[in-house]
């Protein structure tokens, strides 16, 4: 299944509801693509959604160490959320929970922003 990306604003925080797979190829490009996206927008503040990711790979995680580098490059923010328990683990063995602020309720993380 590919990665379908949609997007809504919360105040000043763009969420991006993600669902699929965040693969190489096709769902890494969707990733970025969105990111990038919402940045020319002048978008920074971006809360990434993962609760429908079912499956990440190593290109996936890449995708988004490159998306939050990218992001606090231009000065924003980007933060995860929902992680499915199979994203969490990944993460955790890989030591990026400690690099991505992530949270389980939206409204606490839309609140973290600017703070």
Do not use: C, P, W
């Not at 490059?73 to 992530?102: I, P, S, W």
Request: aromatic letters at 4%; charged letters at 25%; glycine letters at 10%.
């Amino acid at each position: 299944m590919e990665l379908l990306a949609s997007n809504r604003q919360v105040g000043k925080v763009t969420i991006i509801d993600l669902s699929g797979r965040i693969t190489l190829g096709e769902g890494s490009v969707v990733l970025r693509d969105t990111v990038k996206e919402l940045l020319s927008e002048g978008r920074n503040q971006l809360l990434i959604d993962l609760s429908g990711v079912n499956y990440i790979d190593s290109s996936g995680i890449g995708e988004l160490v490159g998306a939050y580098t990218t992001v606090r490059n231009r000065g924003g923010e980007m933060k995860l959320l929902k992680l499915t328990q199979r994203v969490h683990d990944l993460l955790q063995v890989t030591k990026l929970l400690t690099v991505f602020e992530n949270f389980t309720d939206e409204t606490k993380a839309v609140e973290s922003f600017g703070k």
